[in-house]
C-alpha cells in the first residue's frame, strides 16, 4: 500500500518556461472528447486532487493501483488519442522511451512465472488527467505503470515533468531481431559520469551516509525534504569532467519536449557550480547495488542497479525530481 504525505502542490512551480502549453492542451482535449461519460469520469479528476497526483510507482500496477484507466480498457482509437498526448508532450526519445519500456513489460509477460500475467503494454498502464486543458490555467496529464511514471504539469508557459520515474527489467532485451535498451542514455550518462573521475575524486564522490538498495527520493517521497548535500562539489572538476555531468542530467531533462527541455537545461547548468555527485555500493555498470547521484540546487536524480525479480541480471530503477519544480509546485511540502 502507498502512504502519501499530505502536500499543497498548487503554488506555480519554479518553471523557466518554454512549454509547447497550446499544444499539449489541444492534444488532451482530443484524447478527452473520445471518452464517453463513464469513462471521462474516471480519467478526468480536478488539480486540486493532490493525493490522486501523487500516485504514481515503479511497481506494476496490480501492487500499486493507479488513478485513471487502463490503456486496455481503451478503444483502439482511444489509446491511439492517448498516445498521441504523450508524443506532442515529449521529445522524440522521450516517446520512444515510453514506448520501450511497455515493451520490457511485453518482454516480461512472455517469460512467465511471478506475476507475469500482470504485465503488459496495454493493461500495465495507465492513463489521468488533472484539471481542464488550457493555455493558461494550470492542468496535469498523468501517465505510467511498471518502471514509468510521467507526471506533466502545465501552468502557461511553464511546465514541470517531474516526479519523473525510468526503469527497465532486463536492463535490454531482443524483440524482432533488434536490441532494445529502454534505459540506455540515463545509465551510459550516470556510469560514464562516475567513470571520468580520477581516484581520488571518487573517493571523495562516495557517500558516507550510508548504502542504499532502492531510490532515497522515488515513489511516496513528496514531503519536500531532501538529505543534506554530499559527495563531490562539480566546481572542481575539470571542463571534460563537468560536461559529462551536464550529459548525464540532460538524458533525463531532454526528455521534454523541445524548447522547455532547452531552458530546463540551461537553469541546472546555471547551478551546476553548486551541485555534487556521489555514488554507493558499487559503481559498475552490470554490479548489483550501483548507485550514483545527482544533487544540485534544483535538480535530483539517482540511479540504481536492483535485484530482479523476473530475471537472473540486475535491473535499473531511476528517479529524476525538481526540489522547485515538483508537480509544478514551489513548495511541494
Known amino acids: 500500500m502507498q502512504t502519501f504525505t499530505a502536500v499543497n502542490l498548487n503554488t506555480n512551480g519554479d518553471s523557466p518556461g518554454g512549454a509547447n502549453t497550446a499544444e499539449v492542451a489541444a492534444a488532451t482535449t482530443a484524447f478527452l472528447a473520445t471518452l464517453d461519460a463513464t469513462t471521462l469520469a474516471k480519467v478526468q479528476f ?19 493501483a493507479r488513478e485513471g484507466v487502463a490503456l486496455a480498457a ?9 498516445m498521441a498526448m504523450l508524443k506532442v508532450a515529449l521529445s522524440d526519445t522521450g516517446y520512444q522511451q ?14 512467465g512465472g511471478q506475476g507475469a500475467d500482470g504485465f503488459g503494454a496495454l493493461k500495465d498502464y495507465y492513463v489521468a488527467v488533472y484539471g481542464a486543458p488550457s493555455a493558461t490555467d494550470p492542468f496535469m496529464v498523468q501517465f505510467g505503470g511498471h518502471h514509468l511514471a510521467r507526471n506533466l504539469t ?11 520515474f525510468v526503469g527497465s527489467e532486463p536492463t535490454s532485451f531482443t524483440v524482432d531481431g533488434a536490441t532494445v535498451a529502454p534505459v540506455k542514455d540515463e545509465s551510459t550518462g550516470m556510469f560514464a559520469m562516475v567513470a571520468a573521475l580520477t581516484a581520488e575524486q571518487k573517493t571523495a564522490a562516495k557517500l558516507t551516509s550510508g548504502t542504499y538498495d532502492d531510490l532515497l527520493m522515488g515513489p511516496t517521497h513528496d514531503d519536500g525534504t531532501f538529505p543534506a548535500a554530499e559527495g563531490l562539489a562539480v566546481s572542481g572538476l575539470g571542463a571534460a569532467q563537468k560536461k559529462a555531468v551536464l550529459t548525464a542530467i540532460t538524458a533525463y531533462v531532454g526528455d521534454l519536449n523541445g524548447a522547455a527541455a532547452q531552458k530546463s537545461l ?7 557550480d553548486s551541485t555534487k555527485i556521489s555514488w554507493a555500493n558499487n559503481t559498475g555498470p552490470s554490479d548489483e547495488s550501483s548507485y550514483i547521484r545527482i ?6 536524480i539517482e540511479f540504481i542497479n536492483t535485484r530482479s525479480m523476473s530475471t537472473p541480471d540486475i535491473h535499473y530503477h531511476s528517479v529524476y525530481r525538481d526540489k522547485t519544480n515538483d508537480y509544478g509546485s514551489t513548495k511541494p511540502s
Open 46 to 64: 480536478d488539480f486540486s486532487e493532490n493525493q490522486k497526483r501523487q500516485t504514481w510507482s515503479n511497481f506494476p500496477t496490480t501492487t500499486v
Open 74 to 82: 481503451l478503444t483502439t482509437a482511444q489509446q491511439q488519442a492517448a
Open 98 to 111: 515510453v514506448l520501450n519500456i511497455q515493451k520490457s513489460d511485453d518482454y516480461l509477460n512472455s517469460l
Open 154 to 164: 502545465y501552468n502557461g508557459d511553464k511546465v514541470s515533468q517531474t516526479p519523473q
Open 266 to 272: 540551461a537553469k541546472y547548468e546555471s547551478e551546476l
Open 295 to 300: 544533487d544540485g540546487p534544483s535538480v535530483w
